[in-house]
């Protein structure tokens, strides 16, 4: 499967066949949650899949628990991370507060020297320092488009993502408000790559169907944990909170 | 080894450490999804009726679970005492009443009946109108796809998909071996898969509001010649 592929098709016919890996299925039902179209046609896929199997419509089939079993366990595993920090780095707390200085210092500097609502991508030599995130605009029939500051996508469009970063960065979670489901949240997505070796996130969320305007939100930090727990507006320490708009025109 | 069955495991799992936490994720993901596919019913105001998840509802309504169950306070919450399946199963059923009520399946005044147990004697089978002419129509699918299979290919349908049997098992039945059957059953799963494509089923939008319409119609009309004189 590639990573900007539109919509699950492809994947839906690899799902039956037990073909895909968890962050695979992952990525599957985070598209098909955020895709009405993809929603509906999961939908019909399980239900014909259960039938086959002979069971109750309300009973998943074995190809639909296999699928799910591997898609949650990075999100459950994800929500006990603040305790695994705190056991397997004692000394982290140590540091804390040393560390908390220069992490607060990275979160403050971006609000206070970029333009608000955008940053450069990639972040090479601009604020802030050791994180990356790159937005791309997946149009049916042309070329995959890098979204810079002040840069539009077509209404029905689908945007992708790549990320990454320096340590102590490890994991983004993003949000992106404004798309054809009025809010997406997904990850937090660990980051293989660092600036200038950005890698794609499983992740792609379709474009309203009107012109407006579409919000970005990635949240970079050192645990998954941190990283989810500032978009959900808790108060962390160490991360870095990047936000670009994207302005949606109308397609001709 | 999971929490419950061992002092130590019990420490490891509240701490939260990986293994510890795949493991229990492994072993309990498919009794919470069945759980979850279950039909829960549900009281309100208005009275007693049974709402189920849908496909795409019944993965949210699973990760959630395990996300919810495996944070620090929910892990330190588990006594240890208790079977754990227990324990995630009622974890479970406040999910999926959380999301039916999030997602306007049920009313946000409604109670899940489990926590009711006086009323549990209430039907939680029976099935709607739509339920119904879906069943029906998904099954007719099923059939026509059967009915292009040979008499071998039906035969282990038969068996791995409706009896649940392993490969080796349906090998045996089939005096194949077990490579002849993971090559045929994965033929026929990508012959499935395009009978799904081209009967169009998957294009078909799945509007309750069409379908309540039909059912509608169909009632009105059933009612009307009901009552024609004779």
């Known amino acids: ?252 | 080894m999971l929490p419950g069955t061992d002092r130590s495991v019990l420490e490891s799992f509240r701490r939260g450490e990986t293994s510890v936490l795949t493991q229990v994720y492994r072993t309990y993901s498919p009794e919470v999804l069945r759980y979850l596919s279950r039909k829960f019913a549900v009281g309100s105001d208005g009275g007693t009726r049974t709402a189920a998840l849908s496909a795409l509802d019944l993965d949210a309504a699973h990760q959630e679970t395990f996300v919810r169950a495996f944070r620090p306070n929910m892990r330190q919450a588990y006594d240890g005492v208790r079977p754990y399946l227990g324990f995630l199963l009622t974890v479970a059923r406040s999910t999926a009443i959380d999301l039916m009520r999030a997602s306007g399946r049920v009313s946000r005044e409604a109670v899940s009946m489990d926590d009711a147990p006086e009323l549990t004697h209430l039907s939680t089978e029976a099935r709607t109108p739509e339920e119904e002419a879906l069943s029906t129509e998904v099954r007719d699918l099923v059939r026509a796809f059967l009915d292009t299979l040979t008499d071998e290919g039906r035969a282990l349908a038969q068996l791995r998909f409706v009896e649940g049997l392993s490969q080796e098992s349906a090998a045996q039945q089939l005096q194949l071996s077990r490579g002849e059957v993971r090559v045929r059953e994965r033929r026929m799963r990508t012959q499935f898969t395009e009978h799904l494509k081209d009967s169009g089923w998957l294009d078909a939008s799945a509007e309750p509001g069409r379908m309540e319409l039909g059912v509608l119609l169909a009632s009105l009309a059933l009612c009307a010649i009901g009552s024609m004189p004779s």
Request: net charge negative.
């Open chain 1, 1 to 252: 499967m590639r990573w900007y592929e539109r919509h699950i098709d492809a994947s839906l016919t690899r799902w039956s066949l037990g073909d895909l890996s968890s962050h695979q299925s992952a990525r599957l039902l985070r598209h098909a949650h955020a895709c009405q179209r993809c929603g509906a046609r999961y939908e019909r896929w399980a239900q014909a899949h259960r039938a086959l199997e002979g069971n109750d419509l309300h009973a998943p089939s074995s190809v639909e628990l296999q699928a799910l079993s591997l898609g949650g366990l990075e999100a459950a595993l994800a929500a006990a991370a603040p305790e695994q920090a705190s056991s397997r780095w004692p000394s982290l707390a140590l540091l804390g507060g040393a560390l908390a200085a220069v992490f607060l210092a990275v979160v403050l500097v971006p609000t206070a020297t970029t333009t608000p609502g955008e940053f450069v991508a990639r972040g090479e030599g601009t604020a802030p320092p050791g994180v990356a995130l790159r937005i791309f605009c997946a149009t049916p029939g042309q070329a995959l488009r890098e979204l810079h500051a002040g840069d539009t996508c077509r209404a029905g469009a689908m945007l992708a993502f790549a990320a990454g970063g320096h340590a102590p960065f490890t994991h983004v979670a993003v949000q992106v408000r404004g798309a054809r489901n009025a809010e997406v949240t997904a990850g937090p997505f660990g980051l293989s790559g660092g600036l200038g070796k950005e890698a794609p996130l499983e992740l792609t969320v379709p474009m309203p169907e009107t012109a407006g305007t579409v919000e970005v939100v990635a949240v970079f930090a050192g645990s998954p944990a941190e990283s989810l727990a500032t978009l959900r507006g808790e108060q962390t320490e160490g991360t870095v909170v990047l936000k670009q708009s994207v302005r949606v025109e109308e397609a001709p």
